[in-house]
Every structure is written in structure tokens, then in C-alpha cells.
T-cell receptor, first 116, second 111 residues
Framework: DTGVSQNPRHKITKRGQNVTFRCDPI?????LYWYRQTLGQGPEFLTY????????KSRLLSDRFSAERPKGSFSTLEIQRTEQGDSAMYLC??????????????FGDGTRLSIL | GESVGLHLPTLSVQEGDNSIINCAYS??????FIWYKQESGKGPQFIID?????DKRQGQRVTVLLNKTVKHLSLQIAATQPGDSAVYFC??????????FGTGTSLTVIP
């Protein structure tokens, strides 16, 4: 399978704990995106990388959230001191940048975070 | 604020009929649009895209129409099948390479 891979698929943790999610994009894709999705809503943009550079961050990304893509391949999203409101599906997507314009993003199946 | 919205949250169609899902966007500077299908427990799956220099694009059983004058996007699914039952999202690419998604339309195909 050469699609976007996310781990873990599910994470249950107590409020106040730190969690980290991993995303492995499609291998030739240099752009990587993180989104958050709550029930009944569309994905909300959090941040995106081009290679290892983090180029955009949403206002939704509070200082408890940090994302990295150290070698321009896989990425991690960490949430510190989790709160009830962090419960959501965290989606990763990747795409290839092209001189002809934007290309479609391809999504993984997400990590579902539940805060107890 | 700027947002992408869908006119109908739910849509039920008979198997074999055509489906039309609508989407309104508010940022006239958006230049790229994507339709996604999302099944329960899975991530959004790319269906079809269109750039702002086009007004129509066709794929296999799907057609996307773009009306920039009224900032409206639609997805037409021909001969809808039970496997088409899912939530459908449109996404617009606003300046800064951020994609904004609508709330989604839940399509139910009745056998």
C-alpha cells in the first residue's frame, strides 16, 4: 500500500497527558498537511509543510500543539496537556507541488483521539 | 469570515438516479477546488478537482461544474450506486495554500 499512513489509528488518554501522532506521506509527495475533524464537520486545516519547512499554521493550532517534519518525509503532531476539546479525528494528507498549480491532497485514515 | 458551505446536509436518491450535490464558496480568490468522498471511519477520498480557469470537468460517472460568477460548485454523480453512499465534501484552495472544507452532504442511495 503506497497511500498515506497514520499511526496509531486510535488513541485514548487522560486529560493532561501528552500525545504524539505519526504520519507517513506518499513517498514522492513533498507537501504534508495536518487537519482536525470533529463529528459532522469537515476537516479543519491545522498546518502544512513543504519538505521540512512548516509554511502555514492555523489559528486553531494553539501553543499546546507542535508539528515537525525533520527530514522532509514523515511528520509528527504532538499535543501537550490534552484537554477534552482536543477529542477529534486528526487527519494527515500529502500532495506534490507542481509548477502547473496545486495538486490534490491524498488523505490517510486518521488518528482518532479520545480524551477521558 | 470566509467559508465553504453546502446547501443540503442530507440527500437521498434511488439507485440508478443521478445525484447533484451543491457547494457555495465565499472567497473569489480561490483558484482550485476538490470534491472528496468520506466513508465512515476513513479519511476523505479524492474524487475530482477543477481549476478556476475551467467551468466543467468530467470523470468516471462524475462531473464537477464551477460557476465563478455566483461562487458555486456542484458535483453530479451519474447512475448512483449503493457504494456511492457517503459524506461528500467540497474544498477550496484559498491564497496561502490553505484548503477549506465545507460541512459535508450525506448521500444515501436507496436500493
Amino acid at each position: 500500500d503506497t497511500g498515506v499512513s497514520q499511526n496509531p489509528r486510535h488513541k485514548i488518554t487522560k486529560r493532561g497527558q501528552n500525545v504524539t501522532f505519526r504520519c507517513d506521506p506518499i513517498s514522492e509527495h513533498n507537501r504534508l498537511y495536518w487537519y482536525r475533524q470533529t463529528l459532522g464537520q469537515g476537516p479543519e486545516f491545522l498546518t502544512y509543510f513543504q519538505n521540512e519547512a512548516q509554511l502555514e499554521k492555523s489559528r486553531l493550532l494553539s501553543d499546546r500543539f507542535s508539528a515537525e517534519r525533520p527530514k522532509g518525509s514523515f511528520s509528527t503532531l504532538e499535543i501537550q496537556r490534552t484537554e477534552q476539546g482536543d477529542s477529534a479525528m486528526y487527519l494527515c494528507a500529502s500532495s506534490v507541488s507542481s509548477g502547473t498549480g496545486n495538486q490534490p491532497q491524498h488523505f490517510g485514515d486518521g488518528t482518532r483521539l479520545s480524551i477521558l | 469570515g470566509e467559508s465553504v458551505g453546502l446547501h443540503l446536509p442530507t440527500l437521498s436518491v434511488q439507485e440508478g438516479d443521478n445525484s447533484i450535490i451543491n457547494c457555495a464558496y465565499s472567497n473569489s480568490a480561490s483558484d482550485y477546488f476538490i470534491w472528496y468522498k468520506q466513508e465512515s471511519g476513513k479519511g476523505p477520498q479524492f474524487i475530482i478537482d477543477i481549476r478556476s480557469n475551467m467551468d466543467k470537468r468530467q470523470g468516471q460517472r462524475v462531473t464537477v461544474l464551477l460557476n465563478k460568477t455566483v461562487k458555486h460548485l456542484s458535483l453530479q454523480i451519474a447512475a448512483t450506486q449503493p457504494g456511492d453512499s457517503a459524506v461528500y465534501f467540497c474544498a477550496e484552495n484559498q491564497p496561502g495554500n490553505q484548503f477549506y472544507f465545507g460541512t459535508g452532504t450525506s448521500l444515501t442511495v436507496i436500493p
